[in-house]
C-alpha cells in the first residue's frame, strides 16, 4: 500500500519568531490522517514566557495578552508536545511537515530549554521517517517559478487551506499536499517507502540548500553559509 493512502501525522507550529534557534513555540498542531482525510486533531496555546511580538501576532492572530492568560505553561505543553510526536513515530506513522527543519528544530531548542530530553533521545536515534512538502515540490518541480509559501503550493496541488498560519490548518495542509505529490509523482514520490523517502530527502534538500548558498555567495554575500541537514538542524 502507498504511504500517502496510510495514516499520517501532519505537524506545525506557529511561533514568536522565524529564527528556530530563539523564537519560542505559541500555538502547536498535530493532525492524525488517513491519507487525506483528517481523524483528530491535538492543538496546543502556549504562553511562551516571553513577550509575543506584533508582527507575529500579525501572521497567526494570537496576541500577547491572549497567549499570557489563556495559554499552558510552556515546559508543561513541550514535553506535551514532544510526547505526541514521537509516539507516532515510534508506531511508524510517518510525520508531515512543510519545511520540517524549522519545526522540529525549534522544537528541540525549546526541549533543550526546559532540560526535557531531546527528539532523537526520545527516538533511540534519528527523527524519522519525515515526509516535508516542501522538500518534495522543491525536488520533483524544480524549476516552477514563483512563490514556494504552503498557500502557493496548496494552489498548485489544488489544496484547500482553509484558515493560513492557524497551526491545524497549516499541518492538515500540509498533509494533503504530501499526498497530492505521492499521486502525482509515483515513481520519484509515492511508490517509495517511507524511509526511502526519508533518505531521498535528504539529498534533497542539500542539494537545494548547496544551490541556494552559491547563489547567495555569488549575488549577495560571499561569506553566506546555508545550513545543509534536513530534517533537524
Avoid at 507550529?13 to 488517513?34: M, Y
Avoid at 500579525?58 to 515546559?75: F, K, L, V, W
Avoid at 506513522?93 to 526535557?116: C, H, I, K, M, T
Avoid at 518541480?141 to 491545524?168: F, I, M, P
Wanted: charged share 25%.
Amino acid at each position: 500500500m502507498s504511504w500517502w493512502k496510510e495514516p499520517l501525522v501532519g505537524f506545525d507550529l506557529e511561533t514568536t519568531g522565524t529564527d528556530p534557534a530563539t523564537s519560542r513555540i505559541v500555538t502547536a498542531a498535530l493532525v492524525d490522517t488517513f491519507g487525506p482525510r483528517p481523524e483528530r486533531v491535538l492543538n496546543w496555546l502556549l504562553d511562551p514566557g516571553v513577550p509575543v511580538p506584533a508582527e507575529a501576532t500579525a501572521i497567526h492572530g494570537i496576541s500577547d495578552e491572549q497567549a499570557r492568560r489563556d495559554g499552558r505553561p510552556a515546559a508543561l505543553a513541550v514535553e506535551e508536545i514532544a510526547g505526541a510526536l514521537c509516539e507516532r513515530l515510534l508506531a511508524g506513522r510517518p510525520v508531515v511537515a512543510f519545511n520540517a527543519p524549522f519545526d522540529l528544530s525549534l522544537l528541540d531548542a525549546e526541549l533543550a530549554r526546559y532540560g526535557l530530553p531531546s527528539l532523537a533521545d526520545r527516538l533511540g536515534g534519528s527523527v524519522a521517517p519525515v515526509v516535508d512538502a516542501l522538500v518534495i515540490d522543491r525536488a520533483v518541480d524544480k524549476y516552477r517559478r514563483g512563490s514556494r509559501t504552503l498557500q502557493h503550493v496548496c494552489a498548485v496541488y489544488g489544496v484547500e487551506l482553509t484558515d493560513a498560519h492557524e497551526a491545524g490548518s497549516d499541518a492538515l495542509a500540509a498533509v494533503r499536499v504530501a499526498v497530492a505529490l505521492g499521486e502525482r509523482y509515483p515513481a520519484e514520490v509515492g511508490g517509495l517507502t517511507p524511509e526511502q523517502l526519508h533518505t531521498r530527502q535528504i539529498t534533497w534538500y542539500r542539494s537545494w540548500a548547496e544551490d541556494l548558498q552559491s547563489w547567495l555567495r555569488r549575488e549577495k554575500d560571499p561569506a553566506a553559509e546555508v545550513d545543509t541537514t534536513w530534517p533537524l538542524r
